[in-house]
């Protein structure tokens, strides 16, 4: 199958200079020798710096835990997966026979490898402003909560499911403090697993960002992925 680079490029809004590392990293190890597992290795070096730049930039007060919850939040294959099928990466991708009739164009682990070549080939193509502006476009921002746009479930909704999952008690949500004034303000919410014997605090300067804070906290006490 041939990669209709057109379409390709209208889905993400950007024109490829060199449509070879378009094609590159939209092929995979099963259609032919020259696949997309070297631009996988950059990608993903790129999108991690990316998103903690981001996450960085736009969080000057969070501690490098919280970056570090932030940024595993965004960056990770399901994630990857769902960018990928928003974009309908899938029925672009060049599979060998095999893969495709067994369903290859919806599978995670090869979505996620496409997304991440695709990140690689921009950057090659057009440099670093090129390949920043297509991640801010398409992925979620560190810290907010995507669950309405469909990329990603907030860290309380995801809380909610897996203490519900395991039959326990949901979260407690507890403002502790207000610091501040007017739309300087900060919020301080605790949250409380009893029966995990797990407490822990977020801040924001919102309510809702620092419960999403605390949540996230939780999940990754849980040996959940934040």
Aim: hydrophobic share 40%; glycine share 8%; with cysteine.
């Amino acid at each position: 199958m041939a990669i209709d680079l057109s379409s390709l490029q209208q889905r993400i809004g950007y024109q490829f200079n060199h449509a070879s590392l378009a094609r590159q990293a939209l092929t995979h190890r099963s259609a032919r020798r020259e696949h997309n597992e070297r631009l996988e290795f950059l990608g993903d070096a790129l999108l991690g710096f990316l998103v903690a730049e981001q996450a960085w930039r736009a969080h000057p007060n969070a501690s490098e835990g919280d970056l570090t919850i932030m940024r595993a939040a965004v960056i990770n294959s399901a994630t990857l997966c769902e960018v990928a099928v928003n974009l309908d990466l899938g029925s672009l991708l060049e599979l060998g026979a095999g893969e495709a009739k067994s369903g290859g164009r919806q599978r995670e682990s090869i979505l996620a490898t496409a997304m991440e070549a695709l990140i690689a080939a921009i950057y090659l193509d057009g440099g670093l402003d090129a390949c920043r502006e297509f991640v801010l476009r398409w992925f979620p921002e560190p810290g907010e909560n995507f669950a309405e746009s469909g990329v990603r479930k907030d860290n309380k909704s995801r809380l909610q499911e897996h203490m519900q999952a395991e039959h326990r008690y949901l979260p407690d949500y507890e403002v502790v403090e207000i610091s501040g004034s007017g739309h300087e303000q900060q919020f301080t919410v605790r949250c409380s697993l009893p029966q995990c014997q797990i407490t822990t605090e977020g801040s924001g300067s919102s309510r809702r960002a620092a419960e999403q804070m605390a949540a996230g906290r939780a999940l990754a006490a849980l040996g959940q992925e934040a």
